[in-house]
T-cell receptor
């Protein structure tokens, strides 16, 4: 099992550019998540999905969009990048059970200049 | 109000000694899970240990144990026999059954430094 994979690992964007962060999991988890981690802080939820075709906003969704066409993939789209979106982005997946841990991808470090 | 509070921004511990990292939480749910993750300088999130709200015994995983005091709403992580490789950020997090997302809500973390 590869677990949760994310691409790219690093990216530098100019203000106003757009990009898609890719996330794939091979554990057949229904629940998938996107978090962002700002320097010196814990992770905050951007969007989540409870299954293919179903997504919903988390705590900090502004400036982002997601889609979930398959169980395995959960891409995060940044439109019109802004410096405030400079962060480390983590994708995670889990079973829909409160006592199961979430499995995290290695993260994408994004800088917007 | 913060759901997860970690009051120690940084901690130092001598190699081979034990250390306790504090975590308090706030929830009105009866069913919830408490988790600790380690984030080394390389950046990945490593799951360490979890405690379910209905678990009567404290969770243990190797050198990690969770001191769960439900009435006080605390879930402190104890690392025994610290090693240099334990130097990292440590995050306490909670999943609540009442949240349809089953998301993890994180504290701000504690930076642990192990001194040789």
């Amino acid at each position: 099992n590869a677990g949760v994979t994310q691409t790219p690992k690093f990216r530098i964007l100019k203000i106003g550019q757009s990009m898609t962060l890719q996330c794939t999991q091979d554990m057949n988890h229904n629940y998938m998540y996107w978090y962002r981690q700002d320097p010196g802080m814990g992770l905050k939820l951007i969007y989540y999905s409870v299954g293919a075709g179903i997504t919903d906003k988390g705590e900090v969704p502004n400036g982002y969009n997601v889609s979930r066409s398959t169980t395995e993939d959960f891409p995060l789209r940044l439109e019109l990048a802004a410096p405030s979106q400079t962060s480390v982005y983590f994708c995670a997946s889990s079973y829909n059970y409160v006592y199961n841990e979430q499995f995290f991808g290695p993260g994408t470090r994004l800088t917007v200049l | 109000a913060q759901k997860i509070t970690q009051t120690q921004p940084g901690m130092f511990v001598q190699e081979k000694e034990a250390v306790t990292l504090d975590c308090t939480y706030d929830t009105s749910d009866q069913s919830y899970g408490l988790f600790w993750y380690k984030q080394p300088s390389s950046g990945e999130m490593i799951f360490l240990i979890y405690q379910g709200s209905y678990d009567e015994q404290n969770a243990t995983e190797g050198r990690y144990s969770l001191n769960f005091q439900k009435a006080r709403k605390s879930a402190n992580l104890v690392i025994s026999a610290s090693q240099l490789g334990d130097s990292a950020m440590y995050f306490c997090a909670m999943r609540e059954a009442g949240a349809g997302s089953y998301q993890l809500t994180f504290g701000k973390g504690t930076k642990l430094s192990v001194i040789p």
